[in-house]
Structure formats: C-alpha cells, structure tokens
C-alpha cells in the first residue's frame, strides 16, 4: 500500500529561487492529505499532475502567511471546478474568520460544506482517524500558535501463512485468523491456533510533519521512531543565535532531533532564501544523522511496507 | 520615454496551461503600478525580474479571487524584504477588510504605511494624478463593484526646434518656450515668438484596462481613442450567452468595442479555461479588429512615443 510524500513547497518565508512556500501532499494509498497551503500551492498541484479533488483533509500547521495564504485560492478553484465533496480542514482557530471575510467579500457561494477543527497547539492528541490512519497534533515552539502533524497508519491485520493455511476455512474464519482470533470446533474446542496459520502483520508505518520550531526536546519525545520525520532547518549551524531568536531550527539541530529520536529518515526544508545552494545544508545535516535528505518540490518520498 | 506594459497573469477564474490569474504591470519610466494581482503574482514579478521595491501604486479592479488573492501575500513580502516606502492601493471599499483580518492573524507587523483609496465603482473619475501621468476608473459591468482604470499621460512640453533655436538663450528662457511661453526683451516687447522656436509637444500615451466585464456602451465612450485598450475576452462569439450570464466579455465583443472606441491597439486576455489554444481566439477578434494581439504571460507591450 502507498505511502508517500510529495513536496510542493521547499523554501521559508518568501519564494526565492523557482521554491515555492511550504506545502506538502501526504498520499496514502489515493487518499489525500493536504500539509500546509502557501501562496501557489494550487499551481504546484497542477504542476505536479495531482488530483486535488482527491484532497479531502488540509492541516494547516500556523497563521504565518508562508503557511496558509494559498488555501483561499485552492478553495475558491475547488469549488469552481465544481466539488461537491466535503473538505475538512484543521488548523488555529482564526483560520476561519480569514476564510470567511474572503468569501464574504468576494460573493462568493461555495457549492460544499467545509468542516473546521481548531486545533489546540499546546498539547499532543489525536486529531482524526479513518479505518487506516491516525493523525495526531505535534506542539511546536514557533512564538505564535502552532502544532504539526504526525501520521500513523492503524495497527494492520495479521498476515495469512499460505504454508501452513488449510484450504477448508471459510471467508468468516480467513477474517477471524486476519484479526489475531484462533479457530474453534462448533463445540467450542480449539481448531486450530492463530499463530499457527498466520504471520505477524506489517509494521504501522509514520510520518511526522514539524514546521516551524525551534529544536524542542518534548518534539522530540512525540516523534520517536517515526520512520520519515520532516523538520525545518531554515537556517545552517553558523546562523544558529538567529534561528533561535526567529523561533526556527538549523540543519544541526533537525539532524540531531532526528538522531536523539532514532527516526528512520530525515527531510529538512523551509530553507531561508539567504541560500541559493542547499547541498551545504544537507552536509552539515548529514555529519549528525546521515539518512537525511533535502526536500526537493516535486519529488516523491515513498515509505515502504516492511 | 517608456510606457510599458507586462502581462504577469492571463487567465481567467483559474489558473490553467500555465496561465496564472490576472495581474499586470505598467511601468512609465520606472514607475511602476501594479494592476490586479491574482494569486502567485509575486513570483511572476520575481520571473520576469521586474523590481518589487518599484511598485508604489497596486490598483485592484474587484474582488474576485482570481484578481487579487495574490495581493496579501505580495504585502507580506514587501515586508519582510525590508520595505519603508508607502504603498498606495485603490480598490474596493471592502479590500481593507480582508489585508486587516489576515495581517492581525498572522501576526503581521509592517515596516511601511498603505493608504488605501476606495475605488467608486459607479462613476468616471480622476483618481490619482503624479506630474506625468493621470488615472481614471471605468465602472465596468460584472455584478460586483468593478472599475477598470484608465491611464493617460499628462499634457507634455512642447519641443525645441535645434534648427531654428538662436544660441543666445538663457536657461529661463528655454523653459519658458517648452511650456509655450513667447520670449520678451526687458522692456516688455517680444523678441520670439514661441512657435517659430518650438515645435509640437509629443502626444500623451494612453492605457485602458477593462477586466472583468460585459460589452458596455459606456466603456466606449471612456476608452475612445486610447492608444492601447485591454479588454477581457474569456470567451469565443459562440458562448455569448454564457457570457452574458457570467457577466463576462466575447472575443468579438471586445474587438467591436475596440474598434467603436477607435483605439489604436486592443489585447485580449482572461482567457476561460475551456481554451487550452488561443490562436482561434485571436483570429476571430482579428476578423473585427485587425490590430488585436493575444495577452502572452511575459510579454512586453510598449506604446511608442510619437
């Protein structure tokens, strides 16, 4: 089943150098999660051929513009396109009072329901979940309200040993082996025993969203063991004092969360513009926490079932 | 002197074919005014390297998205490129509104003044005037408060004739005959008169925006005679009913106006998104107004002097 990440959106602030503002498109197998929405967060979906009638939950992490100012115009062309499918979005509680003067003041009417979440970016919960996926707030120390996101894929169904599986059960006792139940004798003795016919299911995979922050130990404590964690390094180690007085990380910073955290990989991004060339970001990242990688717009990051 | 206009946004509603939403720049000899600025427009401005910090004066027509969601995220990064020069809007009455929502928000404290001047819709009027140029709105016809803007060149000096001028003339006294004044001796009778030193001033260039609207009568009698007339033209003459309904314009219909108005040049833009090719666009406006081009994203339209 597909679990990958695509960047839209690589750089902090303001757009520099063909980078857009953050956003990033979360697929799990075809259903669409929308992470942050900067300014032609439209243009990049269209660019990057993805289906965004498929998008149905947008998390918005904070109220810097970098982060939210392209959600309008994506609402405004959804509903020109003609959707009629819900939108859930989850972001600071202001987000709709913005959303509801532009529509106001534009007249215009939209032909679906949006369903708001307030999300309460002092403490960690679980925000939604679907029958695959849990998404819970990660809170971020950014000077102004705001939380990431981590995405966990639901505990999965034991996996049927084809070795060892009799082939006189029925679709009923396939599904009971699936959930991890034993198989009984109308009399209610034991048949057969669960392990004995099935494997251990695959691993839930994890992917944590934290943009924008400052290095945080209790991130950290949240984002143990992911497998692919994004975090911002606006800045390089040199710039270290700025970063923190700008409520931002540097690559040193994010590669060691990463690495005190034991997370499977490492995309650092939201990359100030004072860098044209981020192959130095990326070194001095990789000299903490080698599995590190650069968020590029438009590549795909695929977490792979194991 | 240059009179320059740049295309930045040619579509219509959404952005499409990599067409972005409408956004133009006028540049009079360095001075730059912006006019509408749909989504993404800051980064057009950055691709086609025009100058940010030159823009004093943004002029919104109306408040559809597609004409000015790109207008905050342009402010904001004025901002935090450092500006301290005043910036001058003119729109409608309730963009305000909206910019105050999302800075407040955001958190968002500028380094610079914006005065706004709310546009009146329903009227022809001088809204802004600089020593070289003049501007005008045109109330357009689109279901909302929408003005277009016309922009004309001020009266101009008249010009010295090399062939005829004596080289016995003080500095004074040049200026006095390019403002069309004669040349006396201290004792009160004339030494020159001003047309045999002097020839004609050049003509006063003009520029007329008219997006978004129906064909209107009355649009006619503002834009005659200008030197180059935009005029929406979001559809083709076989949905002239669709954009009546819309209260949008035809290809035919803007080039009927265009040449009623006697204007010397018309371009045509805000293209729907059903039309993926616009050649088709631009020779059925032809057939009724030969001077017509295609608004290209880019492009360069300069109005000569003469």
Excluded at 6 to 32: C, D, F, M, V, W
Excluded at 203 to 227: F, L, P
Excluded at 264 to 286: D, K, V
């Amino acid at each position: 089943m597909e679990f990958r990440l695509k960047i839209l959106g690589a750089n902090s602030a303001t757009p520099a150098y063909g980078r857009h503002q953050t956003s990033q498109l979360l697929n799990l197998e075809n259903s669409y999660f929308l992470i942050d929405c900067g300014e032609g967060t439209q243009m990049q979906l269209i660019k990057y051929r993805a289906k965004v009638s498929r998008i149905q939950h947008i998390f918005i992490s904070h109220l810097h513009g970098d982060h939210f100012f392209g959600l309008i115009g994506l609402i405004n062309t959804l509903n020109l396109n003609g959707r009629t499918d819900d939108l859930h979005i989850y972001g600071p509680q202001n987000l709709p009072d913005i959303i509801t003067v532009m529509l106001r003041h534009s007249n215009t009417h939209l032909n679906f329901r949006i369903h708001f979440t307030a999300v309460d970016s002092e403490r960690s919960y679980l925000l939604y979940q679907n029958n695959r996926l849990k998404v819970f707030t990660i809170p971020l120390d950014h000077g102004i309200a705001c939380s990431g996101f981590l995405f966990v894929e639901k505990e999965k169904e034991r996996r049927i040993n084809k070795e060892t599986l009799p082939d006189n059960l029925s679709v009923e006792e396939i599904l009971d082996l699936k959930s991890g139940k034993d198989i009984y004798y109308a009399d209610g003795s034991q048949r057969y025993a669960n392990a004995d016919l099935t494997l251990p299911p695959r691993k839930s995979r994890s992917y944590a969203y934290c943009s924008d922050t400052r290095y945080s130990e209790k991130t950290m404590e949240i984002v143990e063991g992911v497998d692919l964690l994004y975090h911002e390094a606006t800045f390089m180690q040199d710039q270290a004092e700025k970063a923190w007085q700008r409520y931002h990380s540097t690559t040193v910073e994010a590669a060691s969360l990463a690495q005190k955290a034991g997370v499977g990989g490492l995309i650092i991004g939201h990359y100030s513009s004072r860098y044209r060339e981020l192959q130095p970001l990326l070194h001095e990242a990789q000299t903490i926490f080698p599995n590190t990688q650069l968020a590029e717009e438009g590549k795909d990051y695929h977490i792979a079932e194991s």
